[in-house]
């Protein structure tokens, strides 16, 4: 290294004056935006660098097998995403950030309330982010639940096997609780696989359009909140509870 190199390297660190670099020297054919020229030669386009970064990054997540777990519609998902507008809102997503920045196997996760309120967003970047941490994860709906389990039904197989098949995953999400209606036999089903699911010590992240109340219902067979499908005692021993309270995000659109 010469001297005048010396000199350079000092006038990029003091920030002064930089001879040998021309600012807006040209546009990026790409973008539009302005590149630099250092020595006489034209530099490549900063921000088109960064784009082209960010691309390569997605297709290498895409390749990762969590990222086949995800609900199609968002798996793009970022938490950046998710307006924060009130406190409330504020509050559960520093919860939720918390509850995966510190997860433990067998800890459980529950959100529940208003429709269109970013519960199966934010289950999907809950998903995302234990994938990359090598949790294996089993994504499904209690719609899907109910038709795999009718088929298993309908074409002599074991149950045993489906229920076994579940539990081969470290993370068992179930969207959508008590959006349909389950058969007695279903909802046995969902029961038992949630007892399991608790003694294997394994975690079930759950969504639900129902309100969670607590203690035993008059009539256990008429009961219409959560609990009707997953045991109240075992939620509340096991689960960060969040509620989603606030307005729509689909009717603000
Ligand atoms: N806080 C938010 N910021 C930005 N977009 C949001 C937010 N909450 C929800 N959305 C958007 O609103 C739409 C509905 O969100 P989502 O499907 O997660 O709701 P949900 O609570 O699961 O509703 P449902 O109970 O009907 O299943 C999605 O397009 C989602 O991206
Ligand atoms: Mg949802
Ligand atoms: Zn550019």
Not at 20 to 28: D, E, L, Q, Y
Not at 138 to 165: A, C, G, P, R
Not at 178 to 183: E, Q
Not at 212 to 237: H, P, S, T, Y
């Amino acid at each position: 290294m010469g001297p005048n190199i010396n000199k350079e390297i000092d006038n990029i660190s003091t920030g002064i004056n930089f001879p040998f670099v021309k600012r807006n020297a040209g546009k990026c054919t790409e973008c539009g935006g302005e590149i630099m020229e250092v020595r006489g030669e034209l530099q490549p386009c900063g921000e088109c660098e960064k784009k082209e970064e960010m691309k390569k990054e997605i297709a290498q997540a895409k390749k990762s097998a969590y990222m086949n777990v995800l609900d199609k519609k968002y798996y793009d998902c970022q938490w950046e995403q998710y307006k924060l507008d009130t406190k409330r809102q504020e509050n559960a997503f520093n919860k939720i950030r918390f509850f995966v920045d510190n997860f433990k196997l067998g800890k459980w996760l529950v959100f529940y309330g208003t429709q269109g309120t970013g519960k199966t967003f934010l289950k999907n970047c809950v998903l995302k982010e234990l994938g990359k941490k090598g949790f294996d994860i089993y994504n499904t709906t209690t719609k899907t639940v109910y038709n795999e389990y009718l088929d298993t039904v309908n074409k002599k197989e074991s149950i045993i096997e489906f229920n076994k098949n579940i539990l081969k995953h470290d993370v068992i999400a179930i969207d959508e609780i008590g959006r349909v209606t389950l058969t007695e036999s279903v909802k046995n089903f969902l029961f038992g696989l949630v007892d399991d699911i608790y003694l294997n010590n394994k975690t079930l992240i759950i969504t639900s359009n129902l309100e969670l109340q607590e203690g035993e219902a008059e009539n256990e067979e008429k009961r219409k909140d959560i609990a009707a499908f997953v045991d109240f005692e075992r939620i509340v021993e096991k689960s960060l509870i969040v509620p989603f309270t606030w307005e729509s995000y689909r009717l603000k659109k």
